[in-house]
């Protein structure tokens, strides 16, 4: 509004004033088009101002002694510059700029040959003056996508490091929360057989030895894969012979385990195999700690569409007390791990004090 009424007072008080003020005030007003929507409508705007400095000239008040008409053109092709997207369309619009000095001041006022030169030198001037702050936007704007980029990948990445503390936390437990519970509940029977029945303490000692031994392949084994390549293949995953070895180890240390496949011959994908193995090894941990003497049944169920793990033990001999106590952080682990592959963790008390763990998973999602 101020450039338009700065203009339209300059062409009312110019003694070559042709027309009603009111034209003249009009093509003021649309010579200003670049300020008011240059940003966001460049095309227009400059199309606008264009036309409105040609009208002004050619039919009412000439420019020859107006200053306002020379930056209107010259805000014109700034915009052209600096806000025309695509090349080609900013250089048409600078030629707009430029038909209109060549064709108002010059073949219709009549103005010198020098003054159209100076006028297009600085019509260009300020249109490559428009192109550079553009060039600097975009490479601002190309920088701050760059940070962006390596903010959200530096924050894909400790979430990536954060998630496998976690799974190396939940196997930490699993592997050594089961191995300790089975040798304290060893231990704990050889202290109460020890001087009654020496052959039975070498026994449990031994039994305890071994448990022992395959925590620490564990452990190791946990390291190996701490320290493998990530790009290598991975090992194989557990089986059910694994999984008949881990029941025949707790059966070794006092539980009555028992383990029932039923049907189960196919083979199992690497994610349910895993998360078969740690639920029945979770399972028994949670019965031996809590229930210790009391019958585990260990069930695998598999269909078409999910595959079923349950650990169930009857209740606590109340004779005998718990050798050890539980964090929490196992089960807890491993419903992160059931419900990463879409399944279901159950774990709650019977109707005879007993307990069961039950996993169901999808076997679609393996």
């Known amino acids: 509004m101020a450039f338009g009424g700065v203009a339209t007072r300059e062409a009312a008080s110019s003694p070559g004033l042709a027309g009603p003020v009111w034209l003249n005030a009009l093509c003021a ?3 200003a088009a670049p300020l008011a929507a240059g940003r966001r409508h460049p095309v227009p705007a400059v199309i606008l101002a264009v036309s409105a400095a040609m ?17 209107a053109l010259l805000t014109a092709a700034f915009t052209a510059g600096r806000y025309a997207s695509g ?26 040959l020098w003054d159209a030169v100076f006028v297009s030198l600085a019509l260009w001037a300020v249109w490559l003056l428009g192109r550079s702050a553009l060039a600097r936007f975009d490479l601002a704007r190309a920088e ?29 437990h699993d ?26 303490a070498v026994t449990a000692l031994a039994s305890i030895e071994k448990a022992g031994r395959q925590a620490m392949e564990d452990l190791r084994s946990m390291l190996h894969v701490l320290r493998h390549d990530p790009g290598s293949p991975e090992g194989p995953p557990p089986t059910l012979e694994q999984l008949a070895a881990l029941v025949d180890a707790a059966r070794s240390s006092g539980v009555d385990a028992t383990l029932d496949t039923g049907a189960l011959t196919m083979e199992l994908p690497r994610p349910l195999a895993v998360t078969a193995y740690r639920t029945v090894q979770e399972g028994m941990t ?16 598999s269909t078409s569409g999910q595959f079923t793990i349950a650990v169930t033990n009857g209740p606590p001999d109340g004779d005998r007390p718990s050798p050890t106590t539980g964090s929490g952080t196992g089960l807890a682990g491993l419903r992160e791990r059931v419900t990463a592959l879409g399944g279901t ?8 004090g007993g307990y069961t763990l039950t996993a169901t998973l999808p076997r679609s999602n393996a």
């Open 29 to 31: 007003l649309g010579m």
């Open 55 to 71: 009208a002004q000239t050619a039919w009412l008040t000439p420019s020859t002694n107006l200053a306002m008409p020379f930056l």
């Open 87 to 112: 090349h080609p369309k900013s250089l048409a619009l600078l030629g707009l700029c430029l038909a209109e000095e060549w064709a108002g001041p010059i073949a219709v006022n009549g103005d010198p």
């Open 144 to 172: 701050r996508a760059r940070r962006d980029a390596e903010h959200r990948r530096a924050e894909q990445i400790r979430a990536a490091v954060t998630a496998e503390r976690h799974a190396v936390a939940r196997d930490l």
């Open 175 to 200: 592997t050594v929360a089961h191995a300790v519970t089975l040798m304290v509940l060893q231990a704990t029977g050889t202290r109460l057989v020890a001087h009654k029945d020496p052959d039975a």
């Open 286 to 301: 949670n019965a031996a700690r809590h229930a210790p003497g009391a019958p585990v049944r260990i069930t695998l169920r």
């Open 345 to 352: 963790l159950t774990a709650g008390p019977q109707g005879d």
